[in-house]
T-cell receptor, first 116, second 113 residues
Framework: GESVGLHLPTLSVQEGDNSIINCAYSNSASDYFIWYKQESGKGPQFIIDIRSNMDKRQGQRVTVLLNKTVKHLSLQIAATQPGDSAVYFCAENMRRANFGNEKLTFGTGTRLTIIP | GAGVSQTPSNKVTEKGKYVELRCDPISGHTALYWYRQSLGQGPEFLIYFQGTGAADDSGLPNDRFFAVRPEGSVSTLKIQRTERGDSAVYLC???????????FGPGTRLTVL
């Protein structure tokens, strides 16, 4: 079936540096993408989302880039802090393609470690 | 305000037993979702409720799994004849209406011995 995958399972970044987490998706019908952060023992926490009619969206210290041509999604975190250490998941949804289908399909995740 | 809550936080049971996992969504949220997360994996969709009805149960792995939401608020995920492979964290999420941001609870860690 269709799946969302990640290029790297782990990533270590020096505190204060920028980090980039990548994600590849395989379903070209997906039209909505979300990045989640999950800390140990907690549920996923929404970070930022982007719709397929956009290439870039910015939040506070985070930017999501969407390249539909190669079906690639990335999350950029600027000026990383120790609190950014967590597992990051990308997820996709095909709302327009199948209206009413609200399930999210998650990737495996990338563990980001911020080195003090 | 209060977020999504799930009880119990941990559940240990023996193979073949029946378990119930409870989810209290954010007040006023009409959509409710159940996901299962195995160790080292991303959450996997199980079922989605809009109000009291299950709008999409395509993710339930087999007929041992069942979920209800009788009054459109609290939901219970029920697992019969548990198997060791059912061990995972079961996550619940809710959203204000269909299509809006999903807020996740902390999950229930189920261990089947």
């Amino acid at each position: 079936g269709e799946s969302v995958g990640l290029h790297l399972p782990t990533l270590s970044v020096q505190e204060g540096d920028n980090s980039i987490i990548n994600c590849a998706y395989s379903n070209s019908a997906s039209d909505y993408f979300i990045w989640y952060k999950q800390e140990s023992g907690k549920g996923p926490q929404f970070i930022i989302d982007i719709r397929s009619n956009m290439d870039k969206r910015q939040g506070q210290r985070v930017t999501v880039l969407l390249n539909k041509t190669v079906k690639h999604l990335s999350l950029q975190i600027a000026a990383t802090q120790p609190g950014d250490s967590a597992v990051y998941f990308c997820a996709e949804n095909m709302r327009r393609a199948n209206f009413g289908n609200e399930k999210l399909t998650f990737g495996t995740g990338t563990r980001l470690t911020i080195i003090p | 305000g209060a977020g999504v809550s799930q009880t119990p936080s941990n559940k240990v049971t023996e193979k073949g037993k029946y378990v119930e996992l409870r989810c209290d969504p954010i007040s006023g949220h009409t959509a409710l979702y159940w996901y299962r997360q195995s160790l080292g994996q991303g959450p996997e969709f199980l079922i989605y409720f809009q109000g009291t009805g299950a709008a999409d149960d395509s993710g339930l792995p087999n007929d041992r799994f069942f979920a209800v939401r009788p009054e459109g608020s609290v939901s219970t995920l029920k697992i019969q004849r548990t198997e060791r492979g059912d061990s995972a964290v079961y996550l619940c999420a809710s959203s204000l209406i269909r299509g809006y941001e999903q807020f996740f609870g902390p999950g229930t860690r189920l261990t089947v011995l």
